[in-house]
């Protein structure tokens, strides 16, 4: 497992943008797929955002993609997530998590085994 530290949330209009990291320690991040979950208050946690070890593949809630965009920098063991066009409906806490369950659709958080303490995002229309 690894340990995931996110940072970056915070308070926006609407319309505006974000960019959450998400640090990892170890020298095994590169060896992880990393995603981007969120949970607002009453529901259940959802699938953002998840990229591939090298970073060459991503894959989007239908919803999100063309606003938010993921991506990794295996040097600094970071993963971030670009978010534009904010959107009062995107105010939730945000989690990043390391993919250690490959027998679970990567929509679904068991999917993943290391999870961040997450960030909030709050988005003020």
């Known amino acids: 497992q690894v340990q995931l530290v996110e940072s970056g949330g915070g308070l926006v209009q609407a319309g505006g943008s974000l960019r959450l990291s998400c640090t990892a320690s170890?020298?095994?991040?590169?060896?992880?797929?990393m995603g981007w979950f969120r949970q607002a208050p009453g529901k259940e946690r959802e699938f953002v955002a998840t990229?591939?070890?090298?970073?060459?593949?991503?894959l989007y809630a239908g919803s999100l993609k063309g606003r938010f965009t993921i991506s990794r920098d295996n040097a600094k063991n970071t993963v971030y997530l670009q978010m534009n066009s904010l959107k009062s409906e995107d105010t939730a806490v945000y989690y990043c998590?390391?993919?250690?369950?490959?027998?679970?659709?990567?929509?679904?958080?068991?999917?993943?085994?290391?999870w961040g303490q997450g960030t909030q995002v709050t988005v003020s229309s």
């Open positions: 990229i591939s070890q090298s970073g060459d593949s991503t």
């Open positions: 998590a390391a993919r250690e369950n490959y027998g679970v659709t990567v929509y679904n958080p068991a999917a993943f085994g290391s």
């Open positions: 170890g020298r095994t991040f590169s060896s992880y797929p």
